[in-house]
């Protein structure tokens, strides 16, 4: 089982490496990479222009267990804003305008990969 842990979190330090040189080439300014609080995780936090963007990132390493999206359920939805919420506060950033983006990776063989960033996710 460790294993499988440990190929797991490969993975998705992979996704996340690949998310952020997308990001950055996208010239959006990252600020927070697993950002933690209240038992969970933002992925990334970074501003496109002024805007402050919470980014899950999703991995896998096939289509078996359906899309890497699909796996940002309604109650990871509401777990992510409650941190995006605790972020805004701990840094005293008052109203900024926010947006929830998910960046969607599936590993293919060799070195490649399909990527899908989806703006304004939820």
């Given amino acids: 089982m460790t294993e499988n842990k440990n190929a797991a979190r ?8 690949i998310a952020l040189a997308h990001l950055r080439k996208m010239k959006y300014r990252i600020v927070e990479r ?6 969970g995780e933002v992925d990334i936090i ?16 096939s289509e078996e267990f359906g899309l890497p999206e699909e796996s940002v359920t309604a109650a990871k939805q509401r777990q992510i804003k409650k941190i995006a919420r605790g972020y805004i506060l701990e840094k005293g950033l008052g109203d900024p305008d926010c947006r929830f983006d998910v960046i969607s990776i599936i590993f293919t063989e060799g070195a490649s990969c399909a990527f899908r960033h989806f703006e304004n996710a939820f």
Avoid: D, H, P, Q
């Fill in 10 to 17: 490969s993975l998705g330090i992979r996704g996340e490496e």
């Fill in 46 to 61: 970074a501003y496109n222009g002024a805007t402050l963007v919470f980014c899950e990132v999703k991995a896998r390493a």
């Fill in 34 to 39: 697993n950002f933690r609080l209240y038992r």
